[in-house]
């Protein structure tokens, strides 16, 4: 925390005091430009504590729906993480520090299952995963490439290999082009020597009694004649190297991925359509304001034990209706009068 300072110092001054008088739709891209690129630097290379990221986040909420008010608490009209989706799926597309982080640093994850020709991935591997998968091993090294290695189960799981020697890969608990063994031939795996040997090693050795111990029972021996039969049908180069593909694709980019894990989050198209109306950001603003129901209407600021009016009734007619967003923009006799001015007719 003491060393990432110098960042938090300049969050803090980005926080100028001209975001008081800018609208809310101004405060967003003041977040999205001026605040959140200043941890950008850094994600493509350390892991940021959840302290740095918490602070940033105080700053960014601060900024978005509070101005530079120090005094001012709470109002806070979404919760953070809707804040955080992309635009299209419902959000304000302010970038999420913890994926985007996780995003940044596969990258160098990517590139050092790929064996990229690159001096530190070629230092690591000879130095600690001469004869090693990374995966399957204790950590090893700097508190950097600790924390890089972290990330190896979130890498597996959105990366597939496509086997070369298989130097990189567990032959019992990794998939390399048929299922996990040990889950396929349950059997045969509680006899093996070695759980965690790489697909390199074992396709090396001549020997079953260097891999199993012996003797096999009846269920494993039936399970090894599968697995041999299985594994001299599939491609095996010694001198290629494995390479890791991503799921969606031939290359690994960190939108891409940001874009996978909110992939799962399902909106109305109309968030995509409004995002793309030729009006003025202010007017968008507001717009999602209404669509995901978080506008300051007399109820809402009930809801929020936030209303000081006697009452939560409509001022604009006397219908004696409660004013909701509903009821404010659709129903009331004072905005049908307003759209049929308009020539615009709502459907009941």
Not at 51 to 66: H, P, S
Request: aromatic share 12%; net charge positive; charged share 25%.
């Amino acid at each position: 925390m003491e060393d990432l300072t110098p960042i938090l110092d300049r969050v803090d001054k980005r926080l100028s005091s001209c975001s008081i008088w800018l609208s809310h739709a101004g405060r967003l891209e003041m977040v999205n430009s001026a605040i959140t690129p200043i941890t950008t630097y850094a994600m493509c290379t350390i892991k940021l504590p959840k302290g740095v990221i918490e602070y940033i986040d105080r700053a960014r909420k601060q900024c978005l729906w509070r101005g530079n008010d120090p005094e001012k608490k709470g109002g806070n009209m979404v919760a953070w993480p809707v804040v955080q989706q992309p635009k299209e799926k419902g959000g304000l597309g302010v970038i999420n520090l913890k994926v985007q982080n996780d995003a940044l640093l596969l990258k160098q994850l990517n590139k050092f299952y790929n064996k990229a020709d690159i001096p530190w991935v070629q230092i690591v591997w000879h130095r600690y995963y001469r004869n090693r998968v990374p995966h399957a091993t204790r950590e090893m090294g700097s508190f950097w490439w600790k924390h890089l290695l972290r990330l190896n189960e979130l890498f597996r799981t959105i990366a597939r290999c496509q086997l070369g020697n298989g130097a990189s890969v567990c032959f019992w608990e990794d998939s390399w082009g048929i299922n996990i063994l040990s889950q396929t031939y349950p059997r045969l795996a509680s006899f093996a020597k070695k759980e965690d040997a790489s697909v390199l090693e074992l396709m090396q050795t001549v020997h079953l009694d260097d891999i199993f111990n012996l003797p096999l029972s009846e269920q494993a021996s039936r399970e090894l004649e599968e697995l041999q039969t299985q594994l001299q049908e599939l491609p095996y180069d010694s001198d290629a190297k494995d390479k890791w593909q991503p799921i969606w694709g031939n290359t690994y980019t960190a939108k891409k991925f940001y874009n996978h894990v909110f992939s799962i989050v399902e909106a109305h198209p109309v968030f995509r359509v409004m995002w793309k109306a030729k009006c003025t950001p202010r007017i968008k603003f507001f717009i999602w304001l209404i669509l995901v129901d978080r506008l300051n209407t007399k109820s809402m600021l009930q809801r929020r034990h936030l209303n000081v009016q006697d009452n939560t009734l409509c001022i604009m007619c006397d219908l004696r209706e409660e004013e909701t967003t509903e009821h404010l923009f659709f129903q009331c006799p004072f905005a049908r009068n307003c759209w049929n001015k308009l020539h615009f007719v709502w459907d009941n």
